[in-house]
């Protein structure tokens, strides 16, 4: 008789991100695509995934459907959410045998879920017919991408600013000792970009278009080192229905984001307020951990510092240290089976 564990030789890490999914195996990084995903309108038929469905975001006619399938950092369509996964997983086994199956799928999962949340993701994965499914907190798997030791006795601070969800998490012990979770985050800043442009200019812009402003000339601070030159930034007027621009400098950018800085840091000062004083005693020495795609802001560290009065480190790959985390765990499961959840 054949052996078919012999084909479930493969391994993956998925973090599926409300704006970038990542598949790893245990050394690699494998897919790096925006959480996008295009139907064609009458067949249902998958036009376009990742890059090239983000590239049609916004730009669609009405024989294609564009979704993002993930809102607040957890799954929002289902099904949409389900054949994204499929199609990305697909590049990179399609040519693979169909007896494959995989030993173990790993998957990041934000730390404020509700059971029938982590169920769908679950679900979701259960399409791949692996061996063994595990979901691991975010937090948790960011903090060892970022290569600390979370199973040791000693608090450590993370946050993990993503597209849908801000998590700041004391961890000690392989568990979560403190916690907070606010949904301002990545998309919120966006929004708010777009808002702002509506009330000030009487300018309509898309949500591509506040993306690019955040990430070009994206600040908290004005007292940052490398101030990014101005950009002009295209749109429509509300009044008159015609192209405009309008220039925007970064200045304009942190005003537009305080009120969601000051959110994220009283979530900050709230879980320090609620940690045990040893662990409290071991943040003041290591300092503050940020960590998730928009940790990049410009002068994040700077305000940090200068409002907690704790030393900060920003992950230099924070995009990725999820991804990388559950890759950790893929590579030694046992180790980390205190983490894993079925």
């Known amino acids: ?27 690699n990084l494998l897919v790096a695509q925006p959480s996008y995903i295009v139907f064609e309108t009458e067949s249902n038929r998958v036009k376009a995934v990742g890059e090239k469905a983000y590239n049609m975001f916004e730009k669609n006619h009405d024989d294609l459907k564009p979704v993002k399938p993930l ?165 429509k007027d509300l009044i008159e229905g015609i192209p405009v621009t309008r220039k925007i400098d970064h200045t304009e950018v942190v005003r537009i984001l305080d009120k969601s800085i000051n959110a994220i840091e009283h979530a900050v000062i709230q879980t320090l307020e609620t940690c045990p004083p040893e662990l409290a005693a071991d943040i003041y020495q290591n300092g503050i951990h940020i960590t998730g795609g928009n940790a990049y802001l410009r002068g994040l560290r700077e305000r940090f510092e200068d409002r907690i009065k704790l030393p900060v480190h920003i992950d230099d790959e924070a995009l990725h240290s999820v991804s990388k985390g559950a890759a950790k765990a893929l590579q030694d499961p046992k180790k980390y089976r205190s983490v894993l959840l079925e």
Request: hydrophobic share 40%.
């Open 1 to 27: 008789m054949m052996n078919f564990n012999f084909f479930r030789n493969r391994s993956l890490a998925i973090d599926l991100g409300n704006n970038n999914t990542l598949v790893r195996d245990k050394n």
């Open 71 to 235: 809102r607040g950092g957890v799954i929002a369509d289902y099904d949409s959410a389900s054949r994204m996964i499929h199609e990305m997983v697909r590049q990179v086994t399609r040519d693979k045998s169909f007896l494959g199956g995989y030993e173990y799928i790993i998957s990041g999962i934000p730390f404020a879920t509700t059971e029938v949340e982590r169920r769908a993701l679950r679900d979701a994965l259960d399409q791949f017919n692996a061996k063994h499914t595990y979901l691991i907190f975010e937090p948790l798997a960011a903090a060892m991408g970022m290569g600390l030791n979370i199973q040791e006795p000693n608090g450590k601070m993370i946050i993990d600013i993503g597209g849908g969800i801000t998590e700041i998490v004391i961890t000690s012990l392989s568990g979560i000792a403190a916690f907070q979770s606010v949904k301002v985050a990545g998309d919120s800043f966006d929004e708010e970009i777009q808002d702002h442009f509506r009330r000030a200019y009487n300018m309509a812009i898309g949500l591509k278009t506040a993306e690019q402003v955040k990430i070009k000339i994206g600040a908290v601070t004005d007292s940052i080192k490398d101030i990014p030159d101005p950009i002009m930034v295209r749109g």
